[in-house]
């Protein structure tokens, strides 16, 4: 179905929205991962896919050129479906000349949580907007692991994203040891309560939730549908307890080892919305391939 959005046009699959009937006169707003519904009698949300590719610490100024241009092509005429790349710092002006006239957004991987100050090495939230990201990957379990972020450390820059106007995609994720033990929804919980105890379902509204159970993270095991899925419904369940609409429309991404081979089976089930892409994202036609799977 085609429906008006201000100054031009959006396809949105409304027949997923039971309570809105298709003659219904409607006003539709497009937000990361979401689709908010405007009607005379209320207000609605729908997710929509998000497939976001994660380069990691890769990439080089010509071949970043390469890729950006084939993707660009390839998932030109894809409506159906958001789509970002979350680029290292120092290619945001190259992602962002390349990508502003495009339906792919860009991102950053990390920020600090301070706005200026004597922080060596440091990207403050305002520096990414001048760069007019729309996406900052948070709480990666390789910044948790290697650069020892703390759930506080993470949520407060998960609060800053958000003061600056960015979409926060906030990762949690279980090690193998702590699944073998019986405790992903424990570690989960921490890690979610972090945010949610910080911004608030507010601020969560606002945000993207990654699951990326670290043992599938570059190691070509993925987590089984079900397996993906019983997280996934874990963490929006969780949410409902305090706000079942912001549970409701919350985008929960997968992450770990998706690849063009599984991503349908992954994004099939209920509570996944899409994914954060790694090695995938950095060979086009892969991430392309994946990019089309979120449409199905
Ligand atoms: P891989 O897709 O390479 O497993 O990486 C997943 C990831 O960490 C994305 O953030």
């Given at each position: 179905m085609r429906v008006k959005l201000g100054f031009g046009y959006v396809y949105a699959r409304l027949s997923n929205l039971t309570s809105v009937a298709p003659s219904?006169?409607?006003?539709?707003?497009?937000?990361?991962g979401r689709i908010r519904v405007f009607r005379s009698c209320g207000?609605?949300?729908?997710?929509?896919?998000?497939v976001v590719g994660n380069w990691k610490m890769h990439g080089r100024m010509a071949s970043n050129t390469v890729l950006l241009n084939k993707?660009?092509?390839?998932?030109?005429?894809?409506?159906?479906?958001?789509?970002?790349v979350c680029v290292p710092y120092p290619y945001l002006a190259q992602a962002q000349s390349m990508l502003q006239a495009t339906n792919v957004a860009w991102g950053a991987q990390n920020?600090?949580?301070?706005e200026e100050g004597a922080f060596t090495?440091?990207?403050?939230?305002?520096?990414?907007?001048d760069f007019a990201c729309r996406y900052?990957?948070?709480?990666?379990?390789?910044?948790?692991?290697?650069?020892?972020?703390?759930?506080?450390?993470?949520?407060?820059?998960?609060?800053a994203a958000l003061k600056a106007g960015m979409t926060p995609i906030f990762c949690v994720g279980e090690t193998l040891a702590e699944r073998d033990a019986g405790v992903t929804e424990q570690i989960v919980a921490t890690q979610l309560d972090a945010v949610l105890d910080r911004a608030g379902t507010k601020g969560l509204a606002?945000?993207?939730?990654?699951?990326?159970?670290?043992?599938?993270?570059g190691t070509g095991k993925t987590a089984s549908p079900v397996q993906a899925q019983a997280v996934h419904l874990f963490i929006r369940q969780r949410v409902a307890k305090q706000d079942s609409q912001v549970a409701q429309a919350l985008c929960i991404l997968y992450g770990g080892s998706v690849k063009a081979a599984n991503a349908a089976e992954l994004f099939a089930m209920p509570d996944i919305d899409g994914g954060l892409i790694g090695g995938a994202a950095l060979i086009a036609d892969d991430f392309i391939a994946i990019c089309r799977a979120a449409q199905k």
């Open positions: 219904a006169r409607l006003t539709v707003e497009v937000f990361a207000e609605y949300w729908m997710r929509r896919k998000l993707v660009v092509a390839g998932v030109r005429d894809l409506k159906g479906a958001d789509f970002a920020l600090n949580q301070y090495g440091a990207v403050s939230p305002g520096m990414l907007s900052v990957i948070i709480g990666h379990s390789e910044r948790r692991g290697l650069f020892h972020e703390s759930n506080d450390i993470a949520s407060a820059k998960f609060d606002k945000a993207v939730v990654a699951y990326e159970p670290v043992w599938a993270i």
